[in-house]
């Protein structure tokens, strides 16, 4: 048992990738590939390690550097001449060729024509970006020569935009992939990971985003505050590095984008209050600066769900990590290094409820969406929230049966999330007065209570962080 949580889903798909390969598949080209993105620090490179260690197949596992195209060629170079390719002894006698074409062609001469492989090239926008070439060479390899041996070219990047991109229409390798999408582990794989009852798996969740690196530090059993005060004693901490260095890889030069995922942070949610935080920046900067962090899904631009159409947008961190990153550890970095990351854990406890309350409703909305079959009216297939300029009302949580502008209205819901304080008839009451100002929802739109502590109210469907959890088990 090497300690690997989750990912049943992820290894399922490479496993079914790898069947034609294994068999030679039904056009006689057993060749396949495979593009795999997401987050920076979500296990990508860890999940294709795990399933070569599964598999057992000879292999060559190269992560791009992204210093220059002749280093990475040259890594390259080296990292199939040290792999357990059957031919790989002959790149030793080569020279670190000058071209992709080049390189591909080495690569498909030391590939075994009998039995499977896998070849893995980590990091790839480094290379896309380093060398206009690439695609293009990709492309005519894979067509010639990889497509036709049997292997399994595994594609990894972080950065999302540019990955999606690789396989859209005219672009070189277009159609030629399978596209993946790994997400952070869920709140279930960290209950399971950190053997914490529900309620803590949320309060985890949130802080970690569900990121390995983070979790993998978090000891076994302890609860927020035990790790936290560990993590806010340590500057090398992932919790502490893992944000600032994935706002530096995302934007590099986008100094203003930054500047407007600040504020969102620290708790902005509309265009007007967003651009005046971000220091009263022109509203084409703003625009321009949302579009950018919603085309790299860092920020969310949520509608509210009704009958009725709507402009009130809202913006948020997609991410559950950066926007407890950007809310309380990267303002408190510079006290954390000079020994006084008990002032930031005061921070976070004096802030902890009202944070926790916001920061939980897009989490518990998704769970709700997995279960909508199960636990939610028929025909709720989408979940959201609802709001108005004033924010009277303001609901948590809306089923209907389609977004952001439903026919129907399936259900309307509140969130309380707080210890030692369950849903009762006073919450009862205020979500039956703002039902009767939702558009769509009638005095027979069934209602729901999303309770940390438990509902004592009658009447109302309610779920508790235990059947939340189920979502993703």
Not at 227 to 233: G, R
Not at 255 to 266: D, K, S
Not at 399 to 404: E, F, L, N, Q
């Amino acid at each position: 048992m090497n300690g690997f949580i989750g990912r049943r889903h992820e290894l399922g798909l490479l496993d079914d990738l790898l069947n034609p390969v294994r068999t030679g598949g039904r056009s006689g080209r057993s060749g396949r590939a495979v593009l795999i993105r997401g987050r920076r620090r979500v296990g990508k490179s860890r999940l294709v390690e795990e399933f070569l260690e599964r598999a057992g197949l000879p292999h060559v596992f190269f992560t791009a550097v992204g210093g220059s195209r002749e280093e990475d060629l040259a890594g390259f170079t080296a990292e199939v001449a040290a792999s357990e390719l059957p031919n790989a002894d002959q790149f030793r006698d080569f020279a670190a060729p000058r071209s992709w074409d080049a390189a591909f062609g080495l690569l498909a001469s030391a590939l075994p024509t009998d039995t499977p492989s896998v070849v893995v090239l980590d990091e790839m926008p480094y290379l896309v970006a380093e060398d206009p070439s690439f695609e293009g060479a990709l492309q005519k390899a894979f067509d010639r020569t990889l497509s036709k041996l049997p292997v399994l070219l595994v594609l990894i990047g972080s950065d999302m935009a540019m990955m999606e991109k690789l396989n859209t229409y005219g672009r070189p390798f277009y159609q030629r992939g399978t596209e993946m999408v790994v997400p952070p582990l869920t709140p279930h794989d960290v209950a399971t990971m950190l053997d914490l009852p529900p309620a803590d798996a949320f309060d985890a969740y949130l802080v970690s985003g569900g990121l390995p690196l983070i979790l993998e530090e978090w000891p076994h059993g302890a609860d927020l505050w035990g790790y936290l005060q560990d993590a806010l004693s340590r500057p090398t901490s992932a919790l502490l590095v893992s944000g600032e260095r994935t706002l530096a890889a995302e934007f590099p030069t986008e100094a203003q984008a930054r500047t407007v995922l600040g504020a969102i942070g620290h708790g902005e949610r509309t265009f007007s209050l967003i651009g005046r935080a971000a220091g009263d920046l022109n509203p084409g900067s703003v625009k321009r600066s949302l579009e950018l962090l919603t085309s790299r899904r860092m920020v969310a631009a949520d509608l509210p769900l009704s009958t009725r159409p709507s402009r009130e947008t809202r913006y948020r961190i997609d991410d559950p990590y950066l926007r407890f990153w950007l809310s309380f550890v990267g303002p408190g970095i510079s006290a954390v290094e000079r020994g006084r990351g008990d002032r930031v854990l005061t921070s976070i406890r004096d802030s902890w409820t009202s944070w926790r309350g916001r920061a939980v409703e897009p989490v518990i909305r998704e769970a709700l969406w997995r279960l909508a079959d199960d636990r939610l009216p028929e025909g709720t297939d989408a979940v959201g929230g609802y709001w108005t300029r004033t924010n009277d009302p303001e609901i948590d949580i809306i089923g209907a049966d389609r977004s952001p502008i439903a026919k129907r209205i399936t259900l309307a819901g509140s969130i309380k999330w707080l210890e030692k304080k369950p849903f009762d008839h006073r919450d009862l009451a205020r979500l039956i007065a703002h039902r009767s100002q939702l558009p769509g929802a009638d005095d027979d739109t069934p209602l729901l209570a999303v309770a940390r502590s438990g509902c004592t109210a009658e009447g109302v469907l309610s779920l508790t962080p235990e059947d939340l959890l189920k979502a993703w088990s």
